[in-house]
């Protein structure tokens, strides 16, 4: 496997021809099997440069969780303006701590074997930084490993950064109790009288903002509330965090405060309490991405499945395919049929395990043995499926890069 560059800008962006881009990566995995993840480089590319940047000169920390194939984890990396990892386990943490030496776990965790192992080692403890929310956190860690008896553990409070309000209630995810300045205030000086712990970051992730398209296909009015929410949400947000983080560093010397996804950049970095970004599912571009209006990330990232049968003249079936986003049960969690052009899912058995009809004029000239390309919703959770992805480049396969799967590692 050959270091991946992603210094270069593509000249062009064929993605925008789908008619030219689709059967370029049908004839250049001609000879794989179905099912086949494919990886444009100069989309990847494109991608890669787009985040940077939207993010001006900040920082961005790579969200591991939105690619889980490590090569290109380490190629981002090697872009001047990415710094750090945020992973999403902490067994993930210590397997790229192998190779990388700056990872905050972006979820609290209770894996008594990685905390031992990290608190044991003071090169794991120096690289990995640990997610708290609570006293119960710090507990849990003593309970495993007390103070005395391993490394100084480095943590991350994290704020909750979601938006309260009376009309629409809780809107944003469910993550840290920490919601107002004094609450954060309160645990920062917790954290600082523990012994064996040290209190190096901030980090909170605004999900209603970053998470929910402002221009959903064929929904105007779900797309103009979900721009009210973001805007009120930005201002409401950016004002408490400031306040919270201005709290603790009156406790505590922080080395970083994290904020924002691939779809908040711009107005978490416009936050003057933020010093760096997370991002990760931009480099990829899942269809979620279809419906922002400010930005839109090339499809790099797809996947084919074969034709099994012809159900009907204008309905062929494939073999897989239901292989659907995390989130909120819905038909933009699906995959989406791209190539031939005019496919649909069928409304009573859309994605399923085993089999996926899809019907419509693109499906009149499927023949069995014939390919569909598809776009997942999310992004790294693609590489859940998969045990490798085809590096497509001129119009051949310049490499085969294995995901976390490929490599044996299933964290979650």
Same mark, same amino acid.
């Given at each position: 496997?050959? *270091? ?43 991608? =890669? ?44 943490? /210590? ?30 403890? =120096? ?8 006293? =119960? ?99 409401? /947000? ?37 010093? *760096? ?104 959770? /693609?590489? *859940? ?26 964290? /979650?």
């Amino acid at each position: 496997m050959r *270091e991946i560059d992603l210094s270069r800008r593509p000249d062009a962006a064929p993605w925008l021809t789908p008619e030219a881009y689709w059967p370029h990566l049908t004839a250049a995995t001609s000879e794989r099997d179905a099912p086949v993840a494919a990886l444009h480089l100069d989309a990847l590319r494109h991608n =890669a440069h787009q985040l940077l940047a939207r993010a001006a000169g900040t920082p961005i920390r790579v969200a591991t969780k939105s690619i889980r194939v490590r090569s290109v984890i380490d190629a981002v990396l090697a872009l001047p303006g990415f710094r750090g990892v945020l992973a999403y386990t902490l067994a993930e943490s /210590l397997w790229l701590a192998e190779t990388a030496d700056d990872i905050l776990v972006g979820y609290p965790t209770a894996d008594r074997s990685g905390i031992e192992r990290l608190g044991r080692s003071p090169e794991l403890a =120096a690289r990995v930084t640990l997610m708290v929310d609570s006293i =119960a956190h710090l507990d849990f860690i003593d309970s495993v490993l007390p103070a005395g008896s391993r490394a100084p553990i480095r943590v991350c409070l994290e704020l909750d950064s979601a938006w309260d309000v009376p009309v629409f209630g809780h809107v944003g995810v469910r993550r840290s109790p920490v919601h107002t300045a004094e609450d954060a205030r309160a645990l920062a000086i917790a954290i600082v009288a523990r012994p064996g712990f040290r209190l190096v970051g901030m980090m909170g992730y605004e999900a209603q903002i970053a998470g929910i398209r402002d221009r959903p296909a064929g929904q105007p009015a779900r797309g103009a509330v979900n721009r009210f929410v973001r805007r009120r949400s930005i201002s409401e /947000l950016a004002e408490r965090r400031g306040a919270a983080v201005a709290a603790v560093r009156r406790i505590a010397e922080l080395e970083f405060v994290n904020g924002g996804g691939t779809g908040s950049i711009e107005s978490t970095r416009a936050d003057a309490s933020v010093t *760096e970004l997370a991002a990760g599912s931009g480099l990829f571009g899942g269809h979620l991405f279809d419906g922002y209006s400010s930005f839109q990330p090339a499809p790099a990232a797809a996947f084919a499945l074969s034709v099994v049968r012809k159900a009907a003249p204008d309905t062929a079936v494939l073999l897989g395919g239901g292989w659907i986003g995390s989130g909120p049960p819905g038909r933009d969690r699906l995959p989406l049929p791209v190539w031939p052009d005019g496919l649909r899912l069928l409304p009573l058995e859309m994605a399923g395990e085993v089999q996926t009809p899809v019907a419509g004029r693109g499906a009149e000239g499927l023949s069995v043995g014939d390919r569909v390309w598809l776009r997942h919703a999310k992004s790294g959770e /693609l590489s *859940e499926h998969v045990n490798e992805f085809a590096l497509v480049h001129d119009g051949r396969v310049v490499d085969v890069l294995p995901t976390y799967r490929g490599e044996g590692k299933a964290f /979650l």
